[in-house]
């Protein structure tokens, strides 16, 4: 008998099975809203030419090599997009509290940060948002958390934040438990919080000694702009908290699978930096004992290279544009159509996706019948939709809910 034989099948990734339900569809008008990645008006991937640029100049310079980065990466990738994350001047910066590490992706800097919250500071219990991205609750789950919850943030009435109840269900949580915030261009419902709702925020944070964890998967992404896609973050970092964010450069750089990110630790005591540092060593050295090269010396030189960097600046608001255009198209289809509801949170959410409203049973109907296949919660990676699908997209949204 095989050691293997009492194994469980484990449940799917939806993300994943929907693509590849997209993948073996033979429809010729096929369209995939599901997984979270750019796609160009012709509907395909994109490397941004200014990363392709540096690409080439990597490629010709012989003095590189495939030597080892240190465990905690490359540092001079890692302060740069720390920068980027909380402004070159920040008085954090200045202060000598910032400290940050390279990581694999997004989700490996979650997955670091969860551990050092959960095995260094011995914390348990984590809050994240109701819904979030689905991977925040496997990440703690394996990191050990003992306390998973949640804290209301969509309003399906409203189609737009709770604030009230996020509030509410915040200032409930027990003292010294983590929450996961999403700093913009919220995953999946695409509504991020005003800046007086982030001060009202920040206020239960510090009342409830609560630990914020920042997600920061889409900087540039939201608005098209660095730095007001970072506003949340910084305030936070102003207002004196200690605090962890994860940087993702999938989304803002098209690096998907180089696995690139960074995390960031803001300390009230500078004096704390050397210790942390050496644990987070450790963790990684356990985990995959360091990162890969190519993405950090990409990011780092865009990041590094004022002439570069405008070029990277463009490429995002070549992106974020071409998602406002097709939110503005798709509102405007629907409400041509008379498709019942309202189709205003089309616009007025940001970021790669919409939190449609479609049910579970109409997104089901959507793949099966028209092959435009989406997750059951109703969010549609916007990027997907293009001049050349959306009147199809709309008119069969339209059927499903009429
Ligand atoms: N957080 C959120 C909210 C995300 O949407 C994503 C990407 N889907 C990530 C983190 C991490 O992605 P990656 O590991 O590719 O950086």
């Given at each position: 008998t095989s050691r293997f034989a009492e194994v469980q099948q484990g449940a799917p990734i939806e993300v994943?099975?929907?693509?590849?339900?997209?993948?073996?569809?033979?429809?010729?008008?096929?369209?995939?809203?599901?997984?979270?990645?750019?796609r160009t008006d012709e509907g395909k991937p994109w490397v941004l030419p200014v990363v392709r640029k540096v690409e080439v100049e990597l490629a010709a310079d012989t003095s590189l090599n495939h030597e080892y980065l240190p465990i905690l990466g490359f540092d001079a990738f890692s302060t740069?997009?720390?920068?980027?994350?909380?402004?070159?001047?920040?008085?954090?910066?200045?202060?000598?509290?910032?400290?940050?590490?390279q990581t694999l992706s997004g989700t490996g800097g979650l997955r670091i940060a969860a551990d050092f919250l959960g095995h260094v500071l011995k914390y348990n219990t984590v809050y994240y948002s109701t819904p979030t991205w689905g991977n925040h609750r496997l990440i703690f789950l394996q990191a050990g958390f003992s306390e998973i919850c949640q804290y209301r943030y969509w309003d399906a009435e409203s189609r737009g934040l709770d604030i009230n109840g996020m509030i509410e269900d915040l200032s409930k949580a027990p003292e010294n438990s983590v929450i996961i915030l999403h700093a913009c261009a919220h995953n999946p419902t695409g509504v991020d919080p005003t800046q007086d709702q982030w001060k009202r925020i920040a206020d239960v944070v510090e009342e409830r000694k609560l630990f914020p964890l920042f997600d920061?998967?889409?900087q540039g992404f939201a608005s098209?702009?660095?730095?007001?896609?970072?506003?949340?973050?910084?305030?936070?970092?102003?207002?004196?908290?200690?605090?962890?964010?994860?940087?993702?450069?999938?989304k803002n750089f098209g690096l998907y699978n180089e696995r690139i990110g960074n995390l960031v630790?803001?300390?009230?005591?500078?004096?704390?930096?050397?210790?942390?540092?050496?644990?987070?060593?450790?963790?990684?050295?356990?985990?995959?004992?360091?990162?890969?090269?190519?993405?950090?010396?990409?990011v780092s030189r865009v990041l590094s290279d004022p002439v570069?960097?405008?070029?990277?600046?463009?490429?995002?608001?070549?992106?974020?544009?071409?998602?406002?255009?097709?939110?503005?198209?798709l509102r405007e289809r629907l409400e041509k159509l008379g498709t019942p509801g309202t189709w205003d949170h089309i616009t007025a959410q940001i970021g790669m996706f919409s939190f449609t409203g479609l049910s579970a049973k109409q997104s089901?109907?959507?793949?099966?019948?028209?092959?435009?296949?989406?997750?059951?919660?109703?969010?549609?990676?916007?990027?997907?939709?293009?001049?050349g699908?959306?009147?199809?997209?709309?008119?069969?949204?339209?059927?499903?809910?009429c």
């Open positions: 994943f099975a929907v693509s590849k339900a997209f993948s073996d569809s033979t429809h010729q008008k096929k369209v995939n809203l599901s997984v979270g990645a750019y740069a997009a720390a920068k980027m994350l909380l402004g070159a001047s920040h008085p954090v910066i200045a202060e000598g509290k910032v400290t940050a590490v920061s998967a889409y098209g702009d660095l730095d007001s896609d970072a506003w949340a973050v910084r305030y936070f970092a102003s207002r004196g908290f200690e605090m962890m964010s994860s940087q993702s450069f999938s630790v803001v300390v009230k005591d500078p004096s704390c930096i050397t210790a942390t540092r050496s644990q987070l060593t450790l963790l990684v050295r356990g985990s995959y004992s360091n990162p890969p090269c190519h993405g950090a010396r990409i570069l960097f405008e070029e990277w600046k463009g490429c995002i608001k070549t992106m974020s544009g071409r998602i406002i255009e097709m939110r503005k198209g089901k109907y959507l793949g099966e019948k028209y092959h435009i296949f989406l997750l059951s919660s109703g969010r549609i990676n916007m990027c997907g939709i293009t001049t699908n959306i009147d199809y997209v709309a008119e069969a949204i339209n059927d499903a809910v």
